[in-house]
């Protein structure tokens, strides 16, 4: 413990005095050189996090936290702490604020997420019934359910006679994804389905389905997704970004199972679990981009 603290002391120490030199060599703050070297994306936006959180300066540290519409206000408290002239760099501002709205807005779209993680499905809710029955109606258009609980639920890959049961982990989450998947991707969806009730290779549609939510979810609660949505979305990514992953990983991991050939299901969590390790392993590339190359119906 204590070769710890001595160790953080002595990078601290060494952080410090490297960026007073850099400082006075270069004329720009460390905001100011990582902007003007990099370009937009997760290269740029991690690394002035990095500085943000770092910083001794209670206005650089609480910037990683405010509201979007502050941004802009933001990013000029940082200019007068910095002492950093709008005329000697005229592309600064406009590039923190872009880092801002993105290192904000991921913040957001955690709580957002939750918020619909938590939300349980309610069969005395219309609005959540009708996602479910339009679940139905998109992936089997041609087959109409017998009753709203039944076992056909079990042709899509629900566990029981109904599905409400198969959402108490993600919630509202869950289906939403569920939904946006058969929504805007309309073919893709149907072909995965088809995949999923070979009589080898099959498995679950809706259950893995909810299980690559989780996926999802924990790869976006552990910061594992910044550098895909600070390389993907411009600004602050959005609960729709969030689903469109969630599109990536439904097709990516069907595509996984076919060639994998797993022996039975009951394979399913070690050869999950290789595809998550697979997944983490594209998020460690520095101009990682997970979007599902397939066109959408929309």
């Known amino acids: 413990m204590l070769g710890y603290i001595w160790q953080h ?49 209670k206005v650089l540290r609480t910037a990683v936290s405010v509201d979007e519409n502050q941004v802009e206000e933001c990013a000029i408290t940082i200019m007068t702490e910095k002492k950093v002239a709008t005329q000697k760099d005229p592309t600064f501002k406009m590039n923190l604020q872009a880092c801002l ?20 499905f309610d069969g005395e809710n219309n609005r959540h019934e009708n996602m479910l029955l339009k679940l139905w109606d998109l992936l089997v258009p041609s087959v109409k359910l017998e009753s709203r609980i039944t076992k056909q639920w079990g042709d899509i890959g629900f566990q029981g006679d109904d599905p409400k049961t198969d959402f108490r982990g993600m919630g509202m989450l869950g289906l939403t994804n569920l939904v946006f998947f058969s929504e805007k991707y309309t073919d893709v969806a149907r072909r995965v389905l088809s995949h999923s009730i070979h009589p080898k290779l099959g498995y679950s549609y809706a259950i893995v389905g ?4 989780e996926m999802a979810y924990s ?25 469109q992953l969630y599109c ?35 998020l460690e590339e520095p101009d990682v981009s997970l979007c599902l190359a397939v066109e959408s119906n929309l």
């Open 219 to 243: 790869l976006l609660k552990s910061d594992m997704l910044k550098p895909h949505f600070y390389n993907t979305v411009s600004q602050n990514p959005k609960l729709e970004h969030f689903h």
């Open 248 to 282: 990536y990983l439904a097709y990516e991991f069907d595509q996984f199972w076919i060639k994998e050939k797993p022996e039975s299901i009951m394979e399913f969590n070690r050869y999950r679990e290789k595809f998550h390790e697979k997944i983490k392993g594209l």
């Open 101 to 120: 709205l993105q290192i904000t807005g991921y913040k957001r779209l955690y709580t957002s997420v939750e918020d619909l993680r938590k939300q349980a």
């Open 9 to 57: 002391l002595f990078t601290s120490f060494l952080r410090f005095w490297l960026k007073w030199f850099l400082r006075h060599i270069t004329g720009k703050c460390e905001l100011q050189r990582i902007c003007s070297r990099y370009k937009q994306g997760a290269q740029r936006t991690t690394r002035a996090e990095y500085s943000l959180e770092s910083s001794k300066s």
């Open 210 to 213: 909810i299980n690559l939510t």
